[in-house]
């Protein structure tokens, strides 16, 4: 009844259109000095490990060893639920810089929900928090004061 595959004008896959943006250090610096807690630690647990953003809201404090520096990515979150890491690459541990681990540790003496079962990033309802929302309220604007541009 038709000529063509009406479906061929649809994007089917999950591949990124272009290639991301990657900071510089200093306009990672600048960003930085621009956000507030815990959205300077989120970003920056990013940066260090080179986490996606659904991994790092995933993180609980019991996935960080902090006698081995070590963190496991084990689950990520997007838009609410709570699911396995994308790929198997995804689980192994990764080592935790000290300095690093001192920010984790100075958000934690902060944060609200410090068990090894809560998550790191967890919003005041425990749950964690949305990291479309993150980008748009916080991220951005920080990166439009800091003068670097769009980000994702």
Do not use: H
Not at 112 to 127: E, K, P, Q
Request: aromatic share 6%; hydrophobic share 40%; charged share 25%.
């Amino acid at each position: 009844m038709i000529n063509s595959n009406p479906i061929e004008l649809v994007r089917q896959s999950n591949r990124r259109l272009k290639t991301p943006r990657v900071l510089t250090p200093p306009d990672l610096q600048a960003l930085l000095q621009e956000l507030q807690e815990p959205y300077r630690t989120m970003v920056t647990v990013s940066a260090c490990l080179g986490l996606r953003a659904s991994e790092v809201m995933g993180l609980k404090w019991g996935d960080v060893d902090w006698d081995e520096l070590t963190i496991q990515v084990r689950r990520s979150v997007v838009a609410g639920p709570v699911d396995e890491t994308k790929t198997e690459a995804s689980a192994k541990p990764l080592p935790l810089d000290p300095d690093l681990a001192t920010a984790l540790l100075d958000w934690r003496r902060q944060a609200t929900y410090v068990s090894d079962l809560d998550f790191v990033f967890a919003g005041t309802s425990g749950r964690p928090r949305w990291q479309g929302m993150i980008l748009k309220g916080y991220v951005q604007p920080a990166a439009d004061r800091a003068g670097i541009g769009k980000v994702g």
